[in-house]
C-alpha cells in the first residue's frame, strides 16, 4: 500500500521487507516498528519464503530511534518496547535475513544489520554508535550486536560514538561484504541464490545451532551433535538431498520460479 512504510513482496521466495520512510532517514518510529514487525511475522509464516531479503528507500537504511517521538517522555510511543521483538524476530529466524544497505546506519538500524545472518553494504555507508554522545546507552542493541563485533573494536565503538567505514565494519564482523554501489544488486542476490539451496529445515537447525551456547564438557557437546547430525541424515529433507545428489538434480526445495 502507498501510505505503508514498510513494503512487503514475495519473488521465487525472496521475501523483501522494505523500510520506506525516508523523509526521517528510516527512523524506527512506532509505526515503523509496528509494520516492521508484522511482516517479519508474515514472513515467518509462509512457506513459500525461503530468505528474507531487508532492504530501504533513500539514502540512508536506518537512523535508528526516531527521535522526534523518544524526545517526549509522557508520549506512549517513548518505549522501546517493540523492537526487542523485532530483533528477536531477525536473531531467531528460522529462514536466514539477509540485510541490504545502500546507505549508512545509526545505532538501532546496525542493531539490525547486526541481527540479520548476512549482511551486504556499498562500500560508501557508515556506522556509529552515537547513543552515548546523546547521554543514553546502547543497551538494546548490544544484545545482537556484541556477538558480532570483536571485542576491541566494540569497547572503543560503544565508547567513543565515532562513525566508521563499511571496510572497518567488515574487518570487525558488522557485514559481511562492502561493495560497490553498482555491484550491491548483483552480490545479495549471489547470497539469497545460494541461501535458497539449503534445505528450509537444516537452514533452522543451523541457525539453531549456530546461536546454542556451547557444553564446557566436549563430550556432551559431540553427544547433542550426533544426535542432531543423525536426525537430519534418516530424516525426509536429509534423504531427499542425497538422492538428488545421487541423480544429479536440484533438490524438491530448490525454488524454480
Not at 16 to 40: F, G, M
Not at 161 to 166: I, N, Q, T, Y
Request: charged residues 25%.
Amino acid at each position: 500500500m502507498a501510505d505503508e512504510l514498510v513494503h512487503y513482496r514475495v519473488d521465487r521466495g525472496v521475501a523483501t521487507i522494505t523500510l520506506d520512510s525516508p523523509h526521517n532517514r528510516n527512523a524506527l518510529s512506532a509505526r515503523l516498528r509496528r509494520e516492521l514487525r508484522d511482516h517479519l511475522t508474515t514472513a515467518a509464516g509462509d512457506d513459500g519464503v525461503r530468505v528474507i531479503v531487508l532492504d530501504h528507500t533513500g539514502p540512508v537504511f536506518c537512523a535508528g530511534m526516531d527521535l522526534k517521538e523518544a524526545g517526549d517522555p509522557n508520549s506512549s510511543t517513548a518505549g522501546v518496547n517493540e523492537f526487542p521483538e523485532i530483533l528477536t524476530q531477525l536473531w531467531t529466524s528460522a529462514k536466514p535475513v539477509v540485510a541490504k544497505l545502500a546507505g549508512p546506519a545509526r545505532a538501532g538500524g546496525v542493531g539490525i544489520v547486526a541481527a540479520a545472518d548476512i549482511a551486504v553494504a556499498v562500500d560508501t555507508a557508515t556506522f556509529a554508535f552515537t547513543e552515548v554522545r546523546l547521554g543514553l546507552v546502547p543497551a538494546v542493541i548490544s544484545v545482537t550486536v556484541l556477538p558480532r563485533l570483536l571485542p576491541r573494536a566494540a569497547h572503543e565503538l560503544f565508547l567513543t560514538g565515532e562513525a566508521f567505514d563499511a571496510v572497518r565494519a567488515v574487518s570487525i564482523g558488522l557485514l559481511n561484504a562492502a561493495v560497490p554501489a553498482d555491484a550491491l544488486d548483483a552480490e545479495v542476490e549471489r547470497y539469497t541464490g545460494m541461501l535458497a539451496l539449503g534445505g528450509p529445515t537444516a537452514l533452522a537447525a543451523t541457525k539453531e545451532m549456530l546461536r546454542r551456547a556451547r557444553s564446557a564438557d566436549l563430550a556432551d557437546d559431540f553427544e547433542d551433535m550426533l544426535e542432531l547430525s543423525a536426525g537430519f541424515f534418516a530424516g525426509a529433507e536429509g534423504q531427499e538431498g542425497i538422492r538428488a545428489f545421487a541423480e544429479k538434480r536440484p533438490p524438491g526445495w530448490v525454488p524454480t520460479a
